[in-house]
């Protein structure tokens, strides 16, 4: 498998500080650093002097050319790179959820989960030992605390009614929660290790979950039950649900899932029979990660080597293109319209441009998201804009 480097740019997490203390004239001057990077080529590692004179003024050296666009908005252009007016945005709006520790043992916040519901205008958020919130961002501090799990909260989903959430857990249960009062009426259980992912069928009737155990399930809301189940060799890493796509993967809705191995194996969701419609070949490195474009007819697998790797639903045996900016384990992965939002182990988050033809699939990145420091970017949410959060319990909007 053929993988194709991507440049990457690093820039000073708290450069908008910089720049207020300029503005403002706490400081004269001050610089920022900015470094560039490409696999076989060598780093670039460049300076920008902030200073006041009649105006904010920027002064850049060391092989890097910056333009501020606007007050979280630059253009990088680092030609021995040939990058050229790379943007490059800060975050438009940062929110800090409320979270009290339990005990000085206690885990710092860390949110492992985000989903966002343009219907009510919120997010909703899972963290450790059994953290989940319903969170307007325009008032963090009014945030429902959804209580119930025990363990760490790894994925998080909103019904279409924008009033009602999924959450899933380490402690091996699936909650169903009102969004509005924090009511807890259903307890799905019957995992048997952690819980990866989930998926809301239709307008939630039913509902999907994949689990380190190695199972995927399928639960009748109403009913408080199980309906069925698959089960694999492998833990399940990420769940993806494809509707209308008969003729080429050989049902009508297909479950695919996304196992450690690297590969997918697909199966009917109506069909009586519980065998695979197919297994696609395991990777070189584990899989972390996967996202699905049903816009694109797209499935991207972030890997542990950086790797992110692309296959088309009609054929999922077949790489089609594979893309790494650096060696730092892809975390999270979704795609927004035509492009792909990807988080890392290192931060680093950024949006990959993605040209598709019959032939040809050409992944480009489009711009890098600023305001981190190296710590894992864990989630992704769509909706007024892209969020994102993980490692250092920050929500951030772009």
Same mark, same amino acid.
């Given at each position: 498998?053929?993988?194709?480097?991507?440049?990457?740019?690093?820039?000073?997490?708290?450069?908008?500080?910089?720049?207020?203390? *300029?503005?403002?004239?706490?400081?004269?001057?001050?610089?920022?650093?900015?470094?560039?990077?490409?696999?076989?080529?060598?780093?670039?590692?460049?300076?920008?002097?902030?200073?006041?004179?009649?105006?904010?003024?920027?002064?850049?050296?060391?092989? *890097?050319?910056?333009?501020?666009?606007? $007050?979280?908005?630059?253009?990088?252009? /680092?030609?021995?790179? $040939?990058?050229?007016?790379?943007?490059?945005?800060?975050?438009?709006?940062?929110? /800090?959820?409320?979270?009290?520790?339990?005990?000085?043992?206690?885990?710092?916040?860390?949110?492992?989960?985000?989903?966002?519901?343009?219907?009510?205008?919120?997010?909703?958020?899972?963290?450790?030992?059994?953290?989940?919130?319903?969170?307007?961002?325009?008032?963090?501090?009014? #945030?429902?605390?959804?209580?119930?799990?025990?363990?760490?909260?790894?994925?998080?989903?909103?019904?279409?009614?924008?009033?009602?959430?999924?959450?899933?857990?380490?402690?091996?249960?699936?909650?169903?929660?009102?969004?509005?009062?924090?009511?807890?009426?259903?307890?799905?259980?019957?995992?048997?290790?952690?819980?990866?992912?989930?998926?809301?069928?239709?307008?939630?009737?039913?509902?999907?979950?994949?689990? $380190?155990?190695?199972?995927?399930?399928?639960?009748? *809301?109403?009913?408080?039950?199980?309906?069925?189940?698959?089960?694999?060799?492998?833990?399940?890493?990420? %769940?993806?649900?494809?509707?209308?796509?008969?003729?080429?993967?050989?049902?009508?809705?297909?479950?695919?899932?996304?196992?450690?191995?690297?590969?997918?194996?697909?199966? #009917?969701?109506?069909?009586?029979?519980?065998?695979?419609?197919?297994?696609?070949?395991?990777?070189?490195? $584990?899989?972390?990660?996967?996202?699905?474009?049903?816009?694109?007819?797209?499935?991207?697998?972030?890997?542990?080597?950086?790797?992110?790797?692309?296959?088309?639903?009609?054929?999922?045996?077949?790489? /089609?293109?594979?893309?790494?900016?650096?060696?730092?384990?892809?975390?999270? %992965?979704?795609?927004?319209?035509?492009?792909?939002?990807?988080?890392?182990?290192?931060?680093?988050?950024?949006?990959?441009?993605?040209?598709?033809?019959?032939?040809?699939?050409? /992944?480009?990145?489009?711009?890098?998201?600023?305001?981190?420091?190296?710590?894992?970017?864990?989630?992704?949410? *769509?909706?007024?804009?892209?969020?994102?959060?993980?490692?250092?319990?920050?929500?951030?909007?772009?």
């Amino acid at each position: 498998m053929q993988v194709k480097s991507l440049s990457y740019i690093d820039i000073q997490h708290d450069a908008l500080g910089v720049f207020e203390d *300029v503005e403002q004239g706490t400081v004269p001057q001050e610089d920022v650093w900015v470094s560039a990077y490409q696999a076989g080529e060598s780093s670039v590692h460049g300076k920008m002097r902030v200073s006041l004179d009649g105006g904010v003024e920027i002064t850049c050296r060391d092989g *890097v050319k910056v333009e501020r666009e606007s $007050k979280a908005n630059f253009l990088v252009t /680092v030609p021995a790179l $040939k990058m050229t007016s790379r943007p490059v945005h800060f975050p438009r709006q940062t929110v /800090v959820p409320p979270y009290t520790k339990a005990s000085a043992v206690s885990p710092e916040l860390n949110i492992n989960a985000l989903d966002y519901s343009a219907k009510a205008g919120k997010l909703v958020a899972g963290g450790p030992d059994g953290y989940a919130i319903v969170l307007d961002p325009a008032r963090p501090s009014e #945030a429902l605390q959804l209580a119930g799990h025990v363990g760490d909260v790894l994925d998080v989903k909103w019904f279409p009614s924008g009033e009602v959430v999924l959450t899933a857990s380490s402690d091996m249960s699936l909650r169903i929660y009102s969004a509005v009062t924090g009511v807890n009426p259903r307890v799905l259980r019957g995992h048997s290790r952690a819980i990866t992912a989930t998926h809301i069928l239709g307008v939630g009737k039913q509902v999907l979950s994949a689990a $380190k155990d190695g199972s995927v399930r399928l639960w009748n *809301v109403g009913a408080g039950k199980e309906e069925r189940a698959w089960r694999l060799k492998q833990a399940v890493e990420a %769940l993806i649900v494809i509707h209308g796509e008969q003729a080429a993967l050989g049902a009508e809705t297909v479950i695919v899932a996304a196992t450690t191995d690297g590969s997918l194996t697909g199966y #009917a969701l109506e069909a009586e029979s519980h065998e695979p419609l197919f297994v696609s070949p395991p990777t070189d490195t $584990k899989l972390v990660s996967a996202a699905y474009s049903s816009t694109l007819g797209l499935i991207a697998t972030g890997h542990a080597d950086g790797t992110i790797v692309f296959r088309r639903t009609t054929n999922l045996s077949k790489v /089609v293109a594979a893309v790494r900016r650096n060696e730092a384990s892809v975390y999270s %992965l979704a795609f927004d319209g035509p492009s792909l939002l990807v988080g890392t182990a290192s931060g680093l988050p950024a949006r990959l441009s993605i040209a598709s033809t019959p032939e040809t699939l050409d /992944v480009e990145v489009a711009e890098e998201f600023a305001g981190w420091e190296a710590v894992g970017v864990e989630t992704w949410a *769509v909706g007024d804009g892209a969020w994102c959060a993980g490692a250092d319990g920050v929500l951030r909007r772009y």
